[in-house]
């Protein structure tokens, strides 16, 4: 990129904000320590259902602890989706019909939520647009997951859910410092990551996989975390590479993105990491838009 006067007035911001040095990525990772951690029961719960002899009555034994788990594992059960003829109040019975897959998607949506579903200022997105692009990233996730032949599809939709949550804690500690990155990102046209790695030395991603290694998630998922916004690592990982793609298929598909919409766009070098085309991207893209639509009354339940 050449250096136009827009990257100036960008340099000169960033060199009066250095001066300021009292909301860099130091200081972010300082304050990590205050947040609240992720439900240990539902961290638990996770760490079950991997072990393949653990029985449904631990889980629920586990689970009952947790009312608002417990009550969406319900929800879904009983919801038209899965069109039982009666009506299921019994957590253990609820588990058995959903089996590990949904279970799964159940905790990580339900735990997930509170975090997600706060309004993101400094990102100029409302209250639930922060939750909408996550629970959309994860749902297309799986439809990549498919284009790609990929299996683990579970691991792909944990990192999905989760993978801007830095942008909550950046808003949480430095919030009223990122109107800058809202109105320097549509003077510039530029994405949001380009300016944040500017004006903070890191971006959500960095902050966001800093967060997940505390929270104790698998090292894949902090990794894909971390890099879904550097294309020369990206390319490098099956599982970021799938992430990243989700990230800007939600994005294209204008899926609560804020005032960072529509700024992404796909790159041969990305499309060819996952041996895909530009007409198996646009299948792709149906695909993922079919599922955001059929989900609706699902991702619904958790909202109410
Ligand atoms: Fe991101
Ligand atoms: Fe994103």
Redesign the pocket.
């Known amino acids: 990129m050449g250096a136009g006067k827009g990257e100036d007035s960008v340099n000169a911001l960033a060199m009066q904000k250095m001066d300021n040095i009292d909301f860099t990525l130091e200081y972010v990772f300082e304050k990590l320590g205050t947040l609240p951690s992720f439900p240990k029961v539902v961290q638990e719960a996770l760490n079950r259902l991997d072990d393949p002899n653990t029985a449904i009555t631990d889980l629920a034994e586990i689970l009952k602890y947790d009312p608002g788990v417990t009550a969406n594992i319900l929800k879904v059960t009983n919801s038209a989706a899965f069109g039982l003829s009666r009506q299921v109040t019994n957590l253990e019975t609820a588990l058995s019909l959903l089996g590990q897959h949904q279970i799964r998607e159940v905790l990580m949506t339900s735990a997930s939520l509170p975090y997600l579903s706060v309004p993101i200022r400094g990102y100029g997105m409302d209250s639930n647009e922060l939750w909408t ?1 996550s629970i959309g ?1 994860a749902i297309i996730s799986e439809k990549v997951a498919e284009a790609c032949g990929y299996e683990a599809k579970d691991i792909l939709f944990t990192g999905a859910l989760l ?2 949550i830095g942008k909550v804690v950046m808003n949480m500690f430095i919030g009223p410092r990122l109107d800058e990155l809202i109105n320097m990102s549509r003077q510039e046209k530029r994405p949001f990551f380009e300016l944040e790695w500017e004006l903070l030395g890191g971006d959500h991603a960095v902050i966001g996989s800093k967060v997940l290694e505390n929270w104790d998630f698998p090292p894949e998922i902090v990794r894909m975390v971390r890099s879904h916004h550097d294309p020369d690592i990206y390319v490098q990982d099956r599982l970021t590479s799938m992430l990243a793609l989700s ?1 800007i298929a ?2 294209q598909l204008g899926v609560g ?1 804020g005032a960072d919409a529509f700024r992404y766009n796909v790159s041969d070098a990305l499309l060819k990491s996952l041996s895909l085309d530009r007409p198996a991207y646009e299948c792709l893209l149906a695909e993922a838009l079919k599922a955001l639509d059929a989900s609706k009354g699902l991702v619904s339940l958790y909202e109410k």
């Open positions: 692009h990233t993978h801007d990230n939600a994005t993105t």
